[in-house]
Protein backbone atom coordinates (compact mmCIF):
# COMPACT_ATOMS: atom_id res chain seq x y z
CA UNK A 1 0.00 0.00 0.00
CA UNK A 2 1.32 3.03 -0.65
CA UNK A 3 2.25 5.43 1.75
CA UNK A 4 0.64 8.67 -0.17
CA UNK A 5 -2.33 6.61 -0.56
CA UNK A 6 -2.51 5.94 3.17
CA UNK A 7 -1.75 9.08 4.29
CA UNK A 8 -4.69 10.49 1.63
CA UNK A 9 -6.94 7.85 3.98
CA UNK A 10 -5.99 8.99 6.87
CA UNK A 11 -6.43 12.44 6.53
CA UNK A 12 -9.76 11.73 4.93
CA UNK A 13 -10.66 9.68 7.90
CA UNK A 14 -9.58 12.56 10.55
CA UNK A 15 -12.77 14.24 8.79
CA UNK A 16 -15.27 11.76 8.88
CA UNK A 17 -14.40 11.11 13.02
CA UNK A 18 -14.10 15.12 13.75
CA UNK A 19 -17.06 16.37 11.69
CA UNK A 20 -19.37 13.00 12.04
CA UNK A 21 -18.93 11.06 14.81
CA UNK A 22 -17.34 8.16 13.06
CA UNK A 23 -16.13 5.52 15.06
CA UNK A 24 -14.26 2.09 15.29
CA UNK A 25 -15.46 -0.34 14.51
CA UNK A 26 -16.35 1.23 10.73
CA UNK A 27 -19.40 0.05 9.50
CA UNK A 28 -18.83 -0.99 5.91
CA UNK A 29 -22.10 -1.87 3.31
CA UNK A 30 -21.07 -3.59 0.32
CA UNK A 31 -23.05 -3.85 -3.09
CA UNK A 32 -22.14 -6.70 -5.79
CA UNK A 33 -20.38 -4.70 -7.82
CA UNK A 34 -17.60 -3.40 -5.56
CA UNK A 35 -17.76 -7.81 -4.35
CA UNK A 36 -17.40 -8.46 -8.12
CA UNK A 37 -14.82 -5.81 -8.77
CA UNK A 38 -13.01 -7.29 -5.49
CA UNK A 39 -13.07 -10.85 -6.86
CA UNK A 40 -11.96 -9.56 -10.80
CA UNK A 41 -8.52 -7.72 -9.10
CA UNK A 42 -7.59 -10.60 -6.14
CA UNK A 43 -8.41 -7.76 -3.51
CA UNK A 44 -9.04 -9.31 0.10
CA UNK A 45 -11.60 -6.85 1.44
CA UNK A 46 -11.50 -8.60 4.82
CA UNK A 47 -7.90 -8.22 5.52
CA UNK A 48 -7.16 -5.45 3.41
CA UNK A 49 -10.10 -2.90 4.57
CA UNK A 50 -9.15 -2.19 8.05
CA UNK A 51 -5.46 -1.63 7.04
CA UNK A 52 -6.03 1.24 4.51
CA UNK A 53 -9.03 2.92 7.02
CA UNK A 54 -6.74 2.19 9.96
CA UNK A 55 -9.39 0.87 12.25
CA UNK A 56 -11.50 -2.24 12.90
CA UNK A 57 -14.01 -2.75 9.95
CA UNK A 58 -17.28 -5.07 9.75
CA UNK A 59 -18.04 -5.49 6.56
CA UNK A 60 -22.18 -6.34 6.01
CA UNK A 61 -24.05 -6.11 3.19
CA UNK A 62 -28.54 -6.73 3.16
CA UNK A 63 -30.68 -9.42 1.81
CA UNK A 64 -32.00 -7.07 -1.08
CA UNK A 65 -28.21 -7.09 -2.21
CA UNK A 66 -27.60 -11.06 -1.77
CA UNK A 67 -31.21 -11.86 -3.85
CA UNK A 68 -29.58 -9.44 -6.42
CA UNK A 69 -26.70 -11.36 -7.11
CA UNK A 70 -28.35 -15.22 -6.80
CA UNK A 71 -31.01 -13.52 -9.83
CA UNK A 72 -27.58 -12.57 -11.99
CA UNK A 73 -27.22 -16.08 -11.66
CA UNK A 74 -23.67 -17.74 -12.92
CA UNK A 75 -21.67 -14.13 -13.92
CA UNK A 76 -21.67 -13.17 -10.26
CA UNK A 77 -21.66 -16.58 -8.42
CA UNK A 78 -18.49 -15.79 -7.14
CA UNK A 79 -19.27 -12.33 -6.18
CA UNK A 80 -22.50 -14.20 -3.98
CA UNK A 81 -20.11 -16.06 -2.42
CA UNK A 82 -18.15 -13.27 -1.14
CA UNK A 83 -21.16 -10.86 -0.15
CA UNK A 84 -23.00 -13.92 1.99
CA UNK A 85 -19.88 -13.77 3.85
CA UNK A 86 -20.73 -10.82 5.64
CA UNK A 87 -23.04 -9.78 8.50
CA UNK A 88 -26.61 -9.69 6.56
CA UNK A 89 -28.12 -6.16 8.21
CA UNK A 90 -32.09 -5.71 8.32
CA UNK A 91 -33.55 -3.68 5.81
CA UNK A 92 -36.95 -2.79 5.28
CA UNK A 93 -37.71 -5.10 2.26
CA UNK A 94 -38.14 -8.06 3.71
CA UNK A 95 -41.59 -9.06 2.06
CA UNK A 96 -40.78 -6.99 -1.13
CA UNK A 97 -37.02 -7.38 -2.14
CA UNK A 98 -36.02 -4.22 -4.02
CA UNK A 99 -32.24 -3.86 -6.23
CA UNK A 100 -29.23 -3.70 -4.50
CA UNK A 101 -28.51 0.22 -4.67
CA UNK A 102 -31.98 1.23 -3.14
CA UNK A 103 -31.74 -1.02 -0.37
CA UNK A 104 -28.11 0.83 0.34
CA UNK A 105 -30.37 4.14 -0.47
CA UNK A 106 -32.77 3.79 2.24
CA UNK A 107 -30.13 2.21 4.36
CA UNK A 108 -28.49 5.44 4.99
CA UNK A 109 -32.15 7.84 5.03
CA UNK A 110 -32.44 10.63 8.06
CA UNK A 111 -28.91 11.36 8.57
CA UNK A 112 -27.07 8.28 8.20
CA UNK A 113 -27.42 7.47 12.40
CA UNK A 114 -25.45 3.69 12.03
CA UNK A 115 -22.40 5.68 10.35
CA UNK A 116 -22.21 3.72 7.39
CA UNK A 117 -19.30 3.35 5.01
CA UNK A 118 -21.25 2.92 0.91
CA UNK A 119 -18.37 0.59 -0.89
CA UNK A 120 -20.08 0.31 -4.58
CA UNK A 121 -19.03 0.36 -8.30
CA UNK A 122 -22.34 1.48 -9.33
CA UNK A 123 -21.90 5.01 -10.57
CA UNK A 124 -25.50 5.82 -10.44
CA UNK A 125 -25.74 4.77 -7.12
CA UNK A 126 -22.58 6.82 -6.02
CA UNK A 127 -24.03 10.17 -7.70
CA UNK A 128 -26.94 9.85 -5.10
CA UNK A 129 -24.77 9.05 -1.98
CA UNK A 130 -22.91 11.91 -2.74
CA UNK A 131 -25.85 14.36 -2.12
CA UNK A 132 -26.00 13.02 1.34
CA UNK A 133 -23.70 14.48 3.77
CA UNK A 134 -21.42 12.51 6.13
CA UNK A 135 -21.51 9.19 4.08
CA UNK A 136 -17.97 8.15 3.24
CA UNK A 137 -18.04 6.42 -0.49
CA UNK A 138 -15.55 3.29 -1.20
CA UNK A 139 -14.44 1.89 -4.17
CA UNK A 140 -11.45 0.15 -6.38
CA UNK A 141 -9.76 2.04 -8.79
CA UNK A 142 -6.36 0.18 -10.55
CA UNK A 143 -6.55 -3.04 -8.15
CA UNK A 144 -6.98 -1.05 -5.34
CA UNK A 145 -9.66 0.22 -3.06
CA UNK A 146 -9.67 4.11 -2.69
CA UNK A 147 -11.75 5.83 -0.12
CA UNK A 148 -13.25 8.97 -1.78
CA UNK A 149 -12.69 12.43 -0.89
CA UNK A 150 -15.55 14.35 0.99
CA UNK A 151 -18.40 15.49 -1.55
CA UNK A 152 -19.17 19.26 -1.52
CA UNK A 153 -22.38 18.62 0.22
CA UNK A 154 -20.25 17.44 2.79
CA UNK A 155 -18.01 20.23 3.05
CA UNK A 156 -20.86 22.74 2.95
CA UNK A 157 -22.59 21.11 5.78
CA UNK A 158 -19.34 20.94 8.25
CA UNK A 159 -18.84 24.68 7.09
CA UNK A 160 -22.80 25.33 8.54
CA UNK A 161 -22.15 23.62 11.81
CA UNK A 162 -18.56 25.54 12.11
CA UNK A 163 -20.91 28.88 11.66
CA UNK A 164 -23.65 27.59 14.13
CA UNK A 165 -26.33 27.63 11.51
CA UNK A 166 -26.78 23.89 12.05
CA UNK A 167 -27.53 20.97 14.50
CA UNK A 168 -27.12 17.75 12.88
CA UNK A 169 -30.00 15.29 13.71
CA UNK A 170 -28.10 12.87 15.56
CA UNK A 171 -26.73 15.42 18.22
CA UNK A 172 -30.72 16.92 18.63
CA UNK A 173 -31.99 14.50 20.95
CA UNK A 174 -28.04 13.98 22.89
CA UNK A 175 -28.70 17.53 23.61
CA UNK A 176 -32.32 17.72 24.59
CA UNK A 177 -31.06 14.57 27.06
CA UNK A 178 -28.01 16.38 28.20
CA UNK A 179 -29.93 19.94 28.95
CA UNK A 180 -32.63 17.93 31.20
CA UNK A 181 -29.56 15.64 33.00
CA UNK A 182 -28.20 18.85 33.99
CA UNK A 183 -31.68 20.52 34.86
CA UNK A 184 -31.61 23.15 32.23
CA UNK A 185 -34.51 22.26 30.75
CA UNK A 186 -37.38 20.53 32.60
CA UNK A 187 -38.19 16.94 30.71
CA UNK A 188 -40.84 16.95 28.08
CA UNK A 189 -44.64 16.32 29.64
CA UNK A 190 -44.31 18.16 33.04
CA UNK A 191 -45.66 21.15 33.06
CA UNK A 192 -43.56 24.07 33.70
CA UNK A 193 -45.35 26.61 36.12
CA UNK A 194 -45.97 29.62 35.03
CA UNK A 195 -44.17 32.85 35.95
CA UNK A 196 -45.94 35.64 37.62
CA UNK A 197 -44.80 38.58 35.82
CA UNK A 198 -44.08 42.24 37.28
CA UNK A 199 -47.63 44.05 37.46
CA UNK A 200 -47.53 47.39 36.51
CA UNK A 201 -48.32 50.16 39.53
CA UNK A 202 -51.19 50.80 41.09
CA UNK A 203 -53.04 52.98 38.63
CA UNK A 204 -54.79 54.58 41.89
CA UNK A 205 -50.82 55.08 43.70
CA UNK A 206 -50.32 57.12 40.05
CA UNK A 207 -52.75 60.14 40.86
CA UNK A 208 -51.51 63.60 42.21
CA UNK A 209 -51.85 63.98 45.72
CA UNK A 210 -54.51 66.23 46.63
CA UNK A 211 -53.63 69.57 48.31
CA UNK A 212 -55.27 69.27 52.32
CA UNK A 213 -57.96 71.90 53.25
CA UNK A 214 -57.24 74.62 55.23
CA UNK A 215 -59.23 73.07 58.19
CA UNK A 216 -62.24 75.03 59.96
CA UNK A 217 -61.36 77.76 62.45
CA UNK A 218 -57.96 78.28 61.20
CA UNK A 219 -57.46 81.54 60.39
CA UNK A 220 -54.48 83.28 58.41
CA UNK A 221 -51.77 84.44 60.46
CA UNK A 222 -52.41 88.15 59.12
CA UNK A 223 -55.92 87.73 60.71
CA UNK A 224 -54.70 87.30 64.19
CA UNK A 225 -52.27 90.36 63.96
CA UNK A 226 -54.99 92.87 63.64
CA UNK A 227 -56.77 91.54 66.32
CA UNK A 228 -54.06 91.77 68.52
CA UNK A 229 -53.25 95.51 67.64
CA UNK A 230 -57.10 96.28 68.17
CA UNK A 231 -56.42 94.50 71.58
CA UNK A 232 -53.54 96.64 72.55
CA UNK A 233 -55.61 99.43 71.55
CA UNK A 234 -58.27 99.91 73.92
Sequence with gaps: MGVTRQKHAKKIM??????FQFRE????LLDGTFCQAALRNKIQIREQLPGYLDGAAQLCTT????????SLGKALYGAKLIAQRFQVRNCSHHKNPVSGSTCLLSMIEDGNPHHFFIATQDQDLSN???RKPGIPLLFIIQNTMVLDKPSPKSLAFVQKLQTNQLVPEYQKQSIVELKEKEGLVKPE???????????????????????????????PSAEKKKRRKRKRNR
Excluded: D, M, W
Design 128 to 130: KVK
Design 189 to 219: GEKRRKRKRAGGPNPLSCLKKKKKKTQEGQE
Design 25 to 28: PFQV
Design 63 to 70: RCVIKELE
Design 14 to 19: GFYKHN
